[in-house]
């Protein structure tokens, strides 16, 4: 328990300084931008309470938005993100996995649920950020361009990080 | 009673989502509307000193083409000097200017944080309060203008770049030309061109004329250059017409940079504004 809360907080500061100090600078013109520090949240235990979930994904989305001088609109798509969670993680978890303390992680769990949870979350996170970032429904269909090629590229790099860190052990049966 | 709390209990994810979406909302339009000095930007103390820190790796990456920069400059302001030192130091000059110092004053300071891919970009110097930056002063740098500060903190401020859809700067198409325009960064996605609107439509211009700033705000001095124009006559459908211009600032790697501080703008401001009351 101590050490699944310390390691996410080493991964929480990890991906902070990833995004802001690397990250931040990267980008192809001003059409895809990577943002995989929505990992942190992602890989919460599954077992947390809703209140802490959103609490957590409030804090992160207001220290990438103190970096990048966006007040609010990070906030505003990882506190979208923590709803998708809890929405996906209800439809298509057992209750006695829904409340283990695991990670739910590319070694804890199957690839094709894994892959399906990135995919959807990066596509809503993106959505969001980048509709709030405008703040109007003009050129909606530019927004979603960008929101998409920037999902493609956020989850090449979600998958890397995945990849580096696998470890196949605590496998839990899955459904 | 019991069923209500119930409904709440059931459904808790869907309020709380309301509830911490609406906030991060309100926080969003607060800052689209008023910006005001809120804590959460990158002038705050605690992410001032990261970017410091980050900074410091970066700058050993720039520095060679830093230095050449700053020696082409150094040279460009000797070869001024040299035009003042030649003439002929026993004949007293004639006239006496009326004012003690210069108007400007030039605060050099570092790019410890710099965006350009961002839609509306910022960045982080290291000068501040203790150093007498104050909101709503210029930032040059050795070949071009960069925008204006915004927030500041005890060390640091943060400056509006031009490559922001806030940022709109008078400009003028030679320094003696008394067309006058204003510079946006416009809706585009490269941090190397920039837009040109408001030009009068009778007004001629070629591609690869300079365009330097007017002067007309306290912001920046007059005559400082900006870019050139890349292409005219992109009509914008009334009596003005736009320009596409190639800055001269290389904004992916700027490093260091000039804070300008007017010392008459206070007065110029306090005159512009009693015109506004009488009126």
Not at chain 2, 37 to 45: D, H, V
Request: glycine share 4%; hydrophobic share 45%.
């Amino acid at each position: 328990m101590a050490k699944i809360i310390i390691f996410n907080i080493i991964r929480f500061i990890l991906l902070v300084i990833l995004q802001v100090a690397l990250l931040k600078n990267v980008s192809y013109y001003n059409i895809a931008t990577p943002f995989p520090y929505i990992l942190c949240i992602l890989l919460l235990p599954l077992g947390i309470s809703n209140l802490t979930l959103f609490t957590l994904a409030f804090l992160t989305g207001i220290t990438i938005d103190a970096f990048y001088d966006s007040v609010g609109v990070h906030t505003a798509a990882c506190v979208a993100l923590a709803y998708f969670r809890i929405f996906f993680l209800n439809i298509t978890l057992e209750v006695d996995q829904r409340d283990s303390f695991q990670t739910p992680s590319w070694g804890n769990m199957k690839f094709k649920w894994y892959s399906t949870y990135i995919l959807l979350a990066t596509l809503v996170q993106h959505i969001v950020l980048f509709t709030i970032e405008i703040f109007s429904f003009e050129n909606i269909l530019q927004t979603l361009i960008r929101a998409l090629l920037s999902t493609i590229f956020t989850i090449a790099i979600i998958f890397v990080i995945s990849l580096l860190t696998y470890s196949g052990k605590n496998k839990i049966p899955n459904n | 009673m019991k069923n209500l709390w119930l409904f709440f209990v059931r459904f808790n994810a869907f309020f709380w989502f309301l509830l911490f979406f609406t906030f991060s909302i309100v926080l969003v339009i607060r800052n689209n509307n008023y910006q005001q000095s809120a804590f959460i930007n990158s002038s705050n103390i605690f992410v001032g000193t990261l970017y410091t820190k980050f900074n410091s790796w970066q700058e050993y990456i720039n520095l060679s083409k830093d230095n050449e920069l700053l020696t082409a400059e150094n040279a460009a302001l000797r070869q001024r000097l040299q035009f003042f030192e030649d003439s002929d130091s026993t004949v007293m000059p004639a006239i006496k200017l009326t004012m003690d110092e210069a108007q400007y004053e030039f605060i050099p300071a570092n790019v410890i944080n710099n965006s350009i891919s961002q839609k509306n970009n910022f960045i982080t110097l290291n000068k501040g309060i203790k150093d007498g930056i104050e909101p709503n002063m210029g930032v040059i740098s050795s070949n071009g203008v960069v925008g204006t500060v915004l927030k500041v903190s005890e060390n640091f401020c943060t400056v509006t770049s031009l490559l922001n859809s806030a940022t709109k700067i008078s400009v003028s198409l030679d320094s003696t030309s008394e067309t006058f325009g204003s510079l946006v960064w416009g809706n585009n996605i490269d941090s190397r061109y920039a837009m040109v609107k408001d030009i009068p439509n009778h007004i001629k211009a070629y591609v690869g004329q300079p365009l330097f700033t007017s002067g007309y705000s306290t912001k920046f001095p007059k005559g400082i250059k900006v870019g050139h124009i890349l292409e005219t006559d992109l009509t914008s459908g009334g009596s003005f017409k736009d320009m596409r211009v190639l800055l001269t600032t290389n904004f992916s790697n700027l490093t260091h940079v000039y804070i300008v501080k007017d010392k008459l703008a206070k007065e110029k401001i306090e005159l512009e504004s009693s015109n506004n009351n009488n009126g």
